[in-house]
């Protein structure tokens, strides 16, 4: 009875074993001794596409090209002393990671090949994104050295136009002060712009009741603007721990993108619970005509924009405000026409 006991304990086991194998997320086919392909979880068969051959020699998963590798990794495997047991891991097509390991009994003796591949295009993802940020950091500290270097010989130009006004009464070169003035003055703007970019975003995180602070901002904001936004807020006030300066700011960018296309904008706050996090999620909906697909591909590259006078550089912010809130920035056009732009903001 105790020997039955203990053999159903290990079949369970065994059975356990197989299911996990089976469904783990990486790719995982076993090769034995011989050459064999002995196992296939459904990953693996997904990426190499071992269908029917399970059972069959491993080279026939492989084009002829590629048969001397093949048996040099097994001869490798086969022919190694225990001490020099060591996996031999390959990129392939910048997508899965492919780890060869070899399988050994007790005794030390060869008994077969592992082969495990799991995707790493989110990690390539991230390496491209820390490369950018690292060139868009480079970038910032030039544009603030600029913005330094630039705004002192600006006020000189600007001063010069303001004193030349008082001095001239030929309407031409009035017109061309005017000129002057005027191109001065969206220099301006362009600095602070660039300033604004380079600003450090530091949170400051507190307890933020949620449709108070939508409601108390946008009582702050000028009659024609309450006019063109409907804040819809949640259906129960919710304390959060958010940083209120930024949730402001993110605000202040999102209004004026949306507003800058359409007469009407929504926006919708709604708390949503998933399973990698609790979530106050903000979302502005416009009624223009929405972003060009081209457009979409590149939105959070600074100096994108669908505006003549725009730099690019709001949603960049935005997304970092939420970023910084352990969340993320989402924009897409609207089936229904228009633009949305949803910011998730992590409320733990």
């Known amino acids: ?62 084009p002829a090209r590629s048969l001397p590798a093949l048996e040099a990794l097994l001869h490798r495997f086969r022919d190694a002393p225990p001490d020099r047991d ?26 077969g090949v592992v082969w495990l591949a799991h995707d790493i295009s989110r990690h390539k993802l991230i390496q491209q994104q820390l490369l950018h940020h690292e060139r868009m950091a480079g970038l910032g500290s030039m544009a603030a050295r600029l913005a330094h270097d630039i705004k002192n010989p600006l006020n000189v ?28 003055r969206r220099l301006e703007e362009l600095l602070m712009q660039l300033r604004e970019i380079t ?12 449709n108070e602070f939508f409601q108390e901002f946008m009582g702050k904001q000028p009659p024609q603007i309450r006019k063109q936004v409907e804040l819809l807020p949640l259906d129960e006030e919710a304390v959060v721990r958010l ?52 457009v979409l591909e590149r939105l959070f590259q600074p100096f994108v924009s669908t505006r003549p006078d725009g730099l690019g ?15 993320d920035l989402k924009v897409e056009n609207h089936p229904e026409g228009g633009a949305v732009v949803t910011g998730r903001f992590a409320t733990r």
């Open 313 to 327: 550089l709001g949603l960049t912010i935005m997304r970092e405000i939420c970023v910084l809130h352990g969340g």
């Open 199 to 210: 600003r450090p975003l530091k949170p400051r995180f507190g307890q933020v009741r949620v």
């Open 1 to 62: 009875m105790v020997k039955k006991g203990v053999a159903a304990v290990e079949e369970g086991v065994l059975a356990l074993l197989y299911d996990a194998v089976r469904c783990l997320p990486a790719g995982l086919i076993v090769v034995s001794e011989d050459g064999r392909i002995v196992f296939c979880n459904e990953k693996a068969d997904a990426i190499r596409g071992v269908g029917e051959r399970l059972g069959r020699p491993v080279a026939e998963c492989h």
């Open 157 to 184: 130009v600007a001063g010069a136009a303001h004193n030349l006004r008082g001095l001239v009464s030929d309407p031409l070169a009035q017109e061309m002060v005017a000129l002057i003035e005027t191109q001065v």
């Open 243 to 294: 940083d209120p300066q930024l949730l402001g700011r993110f605000l202040d960018n999102a209004l004026a993108n949306a507003l800058h296309h359409s007469p009407r904008v929504v926006v919708r706050l709604q708390l949503a619970t998933e399973p990698e996090g609790e979530w106050l999620v903000v979302s502005v909906r416009d009624f223009g005509p929405g972003f060009p697909q081209e």
């Open 86 to 111: 060591h996996p031999v891991v390959v990129e392939r097509g910048e997508k899965w990671e492919v780890l060869y390991q070899r399988i050994t009994g007790e005794d030390g003796r060869f008994r």
